[in-house]
DNA sequence: GTGTGTGAACTTGTTCACAGCG
DNA sequence: CGCTGTGAACAAGTTCACACAC
C-alpha cells in the first residue's frame, strides 16, 4: 500500500458511542462527529501557528495545505459550529479561534488526576500539554510507597489512598491512567467512584466503565504493531509504495498511498 | 452525549490514504482496512490473555465481550485473513495468535530509533513494548550534550549527528519522534534520509513526508482536548449520557451512549 | 445446535461540485 | 471573481441476519 496518511487513531477499542443525551438542548449548536472533534484541535493549533505569522484571516484552503488534508473537509468542520467564514476571504482568525474553544470547552479549566507517577506519568505531568492554558494537574498518585513523597513537575506524589479525600474536597473531571496493565480496572473503578467521567488510559487494557463514563487509550503497543502491518507490506511488495500520514490520537492514516 | 466508546484514534490528523501500490501481489491474502489493523493488535492480546486462562479456542463472540465491541466485527476482521474458525466451536487460540502475527508483520524484529530522550523518550525506551519482542530501540539519539553519554534503559543516548553514520551501519524501520515541535520536521526529514519509512510522531506538529514514508501522531493536548469536548457537553446538558470508550491509538470512540 | 463467514442494509465519514454571498 | 457553505455522490466502516459447516 503506498502510505498514505492515516487518521489516527489507530486504535478504536472501543463500543458503544451512543449519541443520546446530547441531542439538540439549545446549547450545541449542531452534532458535532466525533471525527470532527478530533480535527478541531488540529485546526486550532494551526491558526495559532498562522498567527505568529501576522496572518488574520485564514482560508479553508490554507487551513487544509497546512494540516494535509482536503479543504472540502475543513469547510464542513468548521460550519458544524456556526457559520464564520466570509466567502470571497476565509475565516476571521480570532474568532475562529474563540469559536474552537467554545465548541471543545476550552472556556475553563479541567481538573486533571494522574495515577501512576512512573516514567509515563512523569513525563506526562511536566507535559506543557498537561500543565498548560486548559488543565490542571490536581493530583498525581501512585501506590507505591518509594514514589510518594517525590516531588514532580509543580507538585508531590501522593498516596493513591487519598483519592477519595482529594475528590472530596475538589471536583475531579479527568483522569489519566498510567498504571501497569493488571491494576489499571480497579484504578479506573476508583476514578469513576471519585467522580472522573472521562479517563485518558495508557495500560493496554480494556476497562470496564459505567454508561456516562468516556475512556480514550493510547497505546503505544498498538501503534508499533500497526506501523510493523505497514512497513512489512512495504517489503513485501516493491518499493515505492505511497504511504502518507497515520494519526494515532486519532491523526492520521494507514499508509496508504 | 452519554458517553459511549470511541473508537479511537481521535486525532484523525491525516490525509492521503490512497490504498495504492498495496494491492494483491500474491503474498497478502486480501485487502486488511485500516480500521482492522488497528483492531487486531487488540485481539491478539485478549487472546494471550485466553490462553492464561487455559482457553485454547476461543469464539468471536467471547473476543467481542472482552474487546467490548460486536461479534460480527470480530469475525468479519478475522476472516480477512483467512478462514481459521471452525464453525460450532470458534477459533483455535494459538493459531490464531500465529495468523495475526503474520498479518502484521511480527514474524521478525523491527529496528527502531528515537529521536529526543526527554522524559517521554526515557519513558519510551524503558516500557516494556519497546523493548520488546518485535521491536528493538538501536539507537536513542538527541541534540542536547548534556543527555548525550546518559545511559537509558539498556543503552546509552549518542549524539543525534549520528544518525547517518548509525544508518549505515543497519537498516532502520522505525522513527520515534518525541523532540520538541520546532525541530520534529527536521528530525524527520533526517530519518527518512536515514532509510526510515515509518514515523510515529509525539510532537504536535503536522509532518510533511514523501510518498511511501508513513506517519502516525500521538498528539496528547489533541486527546485532552477531546476529553474536554465529551465533558464539557456532559455538563452542559443533564448528567447521565451514555459515554462508552474511546480510544485514542485507535481504540475507542467518543462518548457516545 | 453452535458459531463461522459473509452478503446486504445501514451508518459514518469524505470528497465533489456548485450555488450564492461578499 | 474568490471562497464559503452544503447538497449530493461516494467511500469506509459497522451491524444485521442467515446460510452453512462442523
Given amino acids: 500500500m503506498a502510505p498514505g496518511e492515516t487518521d489516527a487513531s489507530g486504535l478504536t477499542a472501543d463500543v458503544d458511542v451512543t449519541e443520546e443525551g446530547v441531542r439538540e438542548q439549545g446549547v450545541s449548536p ?6 470532527t472533534v478530533v480535527r478541531l484541535p488540529t485546526y486550532r493549533r494551526l491558526l495559532e501557528e498562522f498567527g505568529r505569522s501576522g496572518l488574520s484571516t485564514i482560508s479553508s484552503e490554507m487551513l487544509a495545505a497546512a494540516a494535509h488534508m ?8 468548521l460550519s458544524l459550529l456556526g457559520s464564520f467564514g466570509t466567502r470571497g476571504s476565509g475565516y476571521d482568525r480570532d474568532f475562529l479561534i474563540g469559536q474552537i474553544d467554545l465548541a471543545l470547552g476550552l472556556d475553563r479549566v479541567w481538573p486533571v488526576v494522574i495515577v501512576g507517577m512512573g516514567n509515563l506519568g512523569r513525563a506526562l505531568a511536566n507535559s506543557t500539554r498537561f500543565a498548560g492554558q486548559n488543565f490542571e494537574v490536581v493530583a498525581m498518585l501512585d501506590a507505591d510507597p518509594d514514589l510518594v513523597g517525590q516531588e514532580v513537575a509543580n507538585g508531590v506524589i501522593r498516596p493513591f489512598g487519598e483519592l477519595g479525600a ?15 496493565a493488571d491494576v489499571a480496572q480497579d484504578v479506573a473503578d476508583q476514578l469513576v467512584a ?18 456516562g463514563v468516556m475512556v480514550r487509550y493510547v497505546d503505544l503497543g498498538i501503534e508499533l504493531q500497526v506501523m510493523s502491518f505497514y512497513q512489512s507490506r512495504r517489503e513485501r511488495q516493491g518499493e515505492d509504495h505511497d ?3 497515520l494519526g494515532s490520537v486519532g491523526l492520521a492514516g494507514p499508509p496508504g498511498d
Fill in 70 to 77: 482536503n479543504a472540502a473537509k475543513v469547510r464542513k468542520d
Fill in 243 to 245: 504511504m502518507a500520514v
Fill in 194 to 211: 471519585a467522580g472522573v467521567h472521562s479517563l485518558l488510559v495508557f495500560a493496554p487494557r480494556v476497562i470496564d466503565v459505567p454508561r
Fill in 166 to 180: 482529594i475528590a472530596s474536597s475538589r471536583p475531579l473531571a479527568i483522569g489519566v491512567v498510567t498504571t501497569p
Fill in 30 to 35: 449542531r452534532r458535532i462527529p466525533q471525527a
